[in-house]
């Protein structure tokens, strides 16, 4: 990967058409979700944090993670993604605003906003992020701005303990 990084992955929304998506750096410290319509959002890992090549952002320590949306510092807060699907949530306060994006299927997320569903993400960690808002939820671009970033930076979904539990007893036995 060169210093500006491969091009942006570029996404359509329903409500607020292309969303771009770019991890920049030699080894993506940086990721950058914008569009027309949302606020701007970078997600960035403190140099000399280790890098889990797993996790698109490379870490899901908050001491090296900063995020910022349009200029203004949100506080981050991603789960330690152990053994429960639970575990791999992302928490982000940001403009009075609480957010969750939680894991609720093996492809998908939920992103929770001060309490309420509104919408369901899914990501491979390759950058495009596909998103499907609740019918009836009242969007906002700074909701878009912050699933989007979230998605691309930690991916979705996990599996269930029981199929984690059945894949590490497989694995053990010869």
Same mark, same amino acid.
């Given at each position: 990967m060169t210093e500006t990084g /491969?091009?942006?992955?570029?996404?359509e929304d329903d409500h607020y058409g292309d969303v771009a998506v770019e991890l920049s750096g030699e080894r993506? &410290?940086?990721?950058?979700?914008?569009g027309e319509r949302i606020p701007r959002t970078t997600l960035t890992r403190a140099p000399g944090a280790e890098v889990d090549d797993h996790i698109a952002i490379g870490t899901r320590d908050p001491r090296h993670l900063t995020l910022s949306v349009d200029g203004d510092e949100?506080?981050?807060? /991603?789960g330690k993604g152990r053994l429960r699907r639970r575990s791999y949530r992302v928490?982000?306060?940001c403009a009075g605003v609480s957010y969750r994006l939680v /894991?609720?299927?093996? /492809?998908g997320s939920r992103l929770i906003r001060d309490g309420k569903h509104i919408g369901d993400f899914s990501s491979d960690g390759d950058r495009?992020?596909?998103? &499907?808002w609740r019918e009836g939820a009242a969007v906002e671009p700074l909701d878009a701005a912050v699933g989007y970033?979230?998605?691309a930076a930690f991916g979705t979904?996990?599996?269930?303990?029981?199929?984690m539990m059945a894949d590490a007893i497989s694995t053990a036995l010869p």
């Open positions: /491969p091009m942006p992955a570029t996404t993506g &410290e940086m990721l950058t979700v914008s949100a506080t981050i807060v /991603p928490d982000v306060r /894991p609720d299927s093996i /492809p495009k992020v596909i998103a &499907e970033t979230l998605a979904g996990g599996q269930p303990m029981w199929m």
